[in-house]
């Protein structure tokens, strides 16, 4: 049970670009800050929303 | 333990065949929504089990050995090995839509039989196909996108094609959402003001995550949900203040220029401060329903209320005009096939798969999933009684402009309703009036919000409940608007780059103003069409979303198909070939139908022809031959786009068909695009 719920947590977390956000930070030694994320986010999203949500 | 695997799918073939047969065969009879929730799980699992792993073994021969792109192109940003469950999550997110709700909404107009059987039978042998080999073929070839792939292995025209298309499907798929939220809402103050709320509540979680909590995206949802909660509770009392009610008392074409109005602020404005709050909250609020809805059927175990078949077979039908086939095939898009999906599956998801066989959950299960989610929308509509379900969803135009009217020609076609029975419902949800709200919306709202209501809470909640289901869809259509509405700028700056160069330039602020206005203006254009027309806008606009959606399809089974043709030559081209040529026959049917039908309601050319001669012999009033111009310009129009769908399906399949033939007959190389093999290096710690 706890491992299913441990999924369903990284699952959302997969959802909410949380988990991609610590995956950057571990690959590229860095540090979180708020500056980080915004740059992370803007790359991130400009990617994201260059594709149509599915209908 | 074999023989009880042995015996557990036997078991499980004969409950799927048991149950499928009684739902085709049982007339005359209220039926349970378990036969059909049973009747779908057991065939998705036997298709997963058998069909699918079939066609991974040996159709492409899944390696584990073999990198992915994830493992060899890892970057820490869109190439990432990722744990197979999470992948499943986040596509299953990414393919979840309005279609599978609203199409199998509309659809019951059939009766449950037609719908149930197309969502099942069709994921299984078409749509989960579909996705599985797209998702195989873009992983086996660096994630490439589904265009990128038609032009390597069909030609550059196929890859042009698709293009086009996925711009034309964009442009009438915005417009038919964007009529599905208009006539939701209209003369609705209480959902009007909740939808309205999530617009500055978005702004709010922006600039949380920008400024004050950098990162903290659930937290923040988190926040977002409960002020969405809180904004249903305020729209219940607007709605009940003298005062407040009519300002968010809107009509069809007052809320249709607020929607294009949001599409060109989405569009324009920076995307963390709208679109991507708006996205995460509306991703969690919509996977959230799922799972609630799927216990509610389970706790619930509502009877079905339609019957298996209705007289509206013959194509009579009050909410869409034309016979179960072609048209039900058509209505219901993303349960059963989307084309959009391939989109996806050639997306992030290949660039996320850490193992080649992981594929086969996450491209196969999740739209046996999306699928499951069609079966419960249908469940939800089918449990309305049926006079209900035909009064909500019918135009004013077919059964009359006054309730009374209404309810008497619904009670002659065999399913009584009163006009006394529509007002009590309609105070029960808190609402002035349920009629003429065409578009699948209101009518899927009040089945969950009565199995909802059921579960938790009972009739004194039923407002709430049929409000937080009107939020959901809404809020989840429009965040489709915003990100359509862009991705089409940028598709039309790409294009427009040929003539003027800056215009490409993506943060180029006139140029990006200017095209977001034209793509906005193209399916405003639409939307407002469809507000106008009497037969509400749907009967027009939604069977041209779907032939374009399933036009799209068939471009994807085209490039599986070549692909297939390449691995094997012709000895499993019957896996894609089947419901590629089912999907052909569909599309054209259809098309030729809505442009050449006699009929005017069926039509296109049709009820141009009906209008024109009205005018010329004088039959339409003098303060009405604009608005009737107006129209056959309208019918003539979407004659046209249907037309234009169905050239694009021409061109593709002789492309296709003109390289199946060259690489069989061994006039072209069968030498794919496939990157080459390399051995992964993951451990089994890190998958």
């Known amino acids: 049970m706890k491992r299913f719920f441990q999924t369903v947590l990284a699952i959302l977390r997969e959802i909410s670009d949380e988990g991609p956000y610590q995956r950057h930070l571990a690959a590229h030694g860095l540090k979180h800050s708020p500056e980080e994320w915004r740059r992370f986010s803007d790359h991130l999203f400009a990617h994201k929303y260059a594709r149509g949500k599915c209908c | ?687």
């Open chain 2, 1 to 687: 333990m074999k023989l009880l695997g042995h015996l557990f799918w036997a078991a499980l073939s004969v409950v799927a065949a048991f149950c499928l047969a009684g739902i085709a065969m049982n007339r005359g009879e209220h039926i349970n929504s378990i036969w059909l929730v049973l009747a779908s799980t057991c065939t998705y699992a036997i298709g997963f089990r058998f069909y699918a792993k079939f066609i991974a073994a040996k159709v492409m021969m899944l390696d584990n050995n073999r990198a992915t792109p994830g493992e060899r192109l890892r970057d820490g940003h869109d190439f990432e090995p990722t744990n197979k469950w999470i992948v499943f999550g986040h596509h299953f997110a990414a393919i979840a839509g309005p279609g599978p709700l609203v199409g199998p909404t509309l659809a019951a107009q059939f009766g449950y039989l037609p719908g149930t059987l197309w969502i099942i039978i069709g994921a299984v042998i078409g749509g989960c196909v579909q996705d599985f080999i797209i998702l195989f073929c873009s992983m086996r070839r660096d994630g490439k996108s589904l265009g990128q792939m038609a032009r390597e292995e069909i030609g550059k025209l196929g890859g042009l094609v698709a293009v086009i298309t996925v711009l034309m499907i964009m442009v009438i798929l915005l417009a038919v959402v964007g009529l599905v939220v208009v006539n939701a809402l209209k003369g609705s103050p209480w959902g009007t003001f909740t939808i309205a709320a999530t617009m500055p509540i978005a702004l709010l979680m922006g600039l949380y995550l920008r400024y004050w909590r950098p990162g903290k995206v659930l937290e923040c949802s988190l926040w977002g949900f409960l002020l969405v909660i809180l904004s249903i509770f305020g729209g219940q009392w607007v709605a009940q203040s003298a005062t407040w009610a009519p300002w968010f008392t809107l009509s069809g074409i007052a809320l249709a220029i607020a929607t294009i109005v949001y599409g060109y602020l989405a569009s324009t404005l920076p995307v963390w401060l709208l679109l991507a709050p708006r996205d995460y909250l509306s991703t969690f609020v919509k996977l959230g329903v799922v799972f609630i809805l799927a216990a509610g059927i389970l706790f619930v175990r509502p009877q079905l209320e339609l019957p298996a078949l209705t007289r509206f077979i013959d194509g009579t039908g009050p909410i869409f005009a034309g016979k179960v086939f072609p048209f039900c095939f058509i209505t219901i898009a993303c349960g059963a096939i989307s084309g959009f999906h391939a989109m996806i599956s050639s997306g992030t998801t290949p660039k996320m798969i850490s193992r080649e066989w992981h594929a086969w959950p996450v491209g196969y299960g999740s739209m046996a999933l999306e699928s499951f989610v069609a079966i419960m929308a249908l469940i939800a509509a089918c449990s309305l009684q049926p006079g209900v379900y035909f009064a909500v969803n019918s135009p004013a135009g077919v059964v009359g402009a006054t309730p009374v009217a209404a309810t008497a020609t619904i009670s002659t076609w065999g399913f009584p309703v009163t006009a006394t029975e529509m007002s009590t419902l309609a105070q029960d949800v808190g609402e002035e009036s349920l009629f003429y709200r065409t578009g699948g919306a209101p009518s899927l709202a009040l089945g969950m919000a009565h199995i909802f209501a059921t579960t938790i809470g009972g009739k004194a909640i039923l407002g709430f409940w049929y409000h937080f289901a009107i939020m959901f869809e809404a809020m989840f259509i429009l965040t489709i608007i915003a990100s359509g509405t862009r991705v089409g700028r940028f598709m039309l700056q790409e294009l427009l780059s040929h003539v003027y160069a800056p215009l490409g330039k993506k943060n180029w602020t006139p140029g990006m103003l200017f095209t977001s206005g034209l793509i906005v203006a193209a399916w405003g254009y639409f939307l407002i069409q469809g507000v106008r027309d009497p037969l509400g806008g749907i009967n027009s606009l939604w069977p041209l979303f779907g032939i374009a959606n399933q036009l799209l399809a068939t471009i994807a089974l085209c490039v599986a198909t070549t692909i297939l043709i390449k691995m094997h030559g012709a000895r499993y081209i019957w896996i894609t070939g089947v419901p590629l040529v089912w999907l052909v026959v569909v599309c054209y049917a259809a098309g030729i139908e809505k442009i050449f039908s006699s009929l005017p309601r069926l039509g296109f050319l049709a009820e141009a022809t009906k209008l024109q001669t009205a005018i010329d012999t004088g039959a339409i009033a003098a303060s009405k031959i604009a608005a009737t111009q107006t129209q056959i310009f309208n019918d003539r129009l979407d004659a046209a786009l249907c037309g234009m769908f169905l050239v694009l399906v021409s061109i593709i399949l002789v492309d296709s068909v003109r390289t199946w033939v060259a690489v069989l007959s061994g006039a072209k190389s069968a030498q794919t695009e496939e990157s080459p093999f390399v051995l992964t290096r993951l451990t089994a710690e890190e998958v």
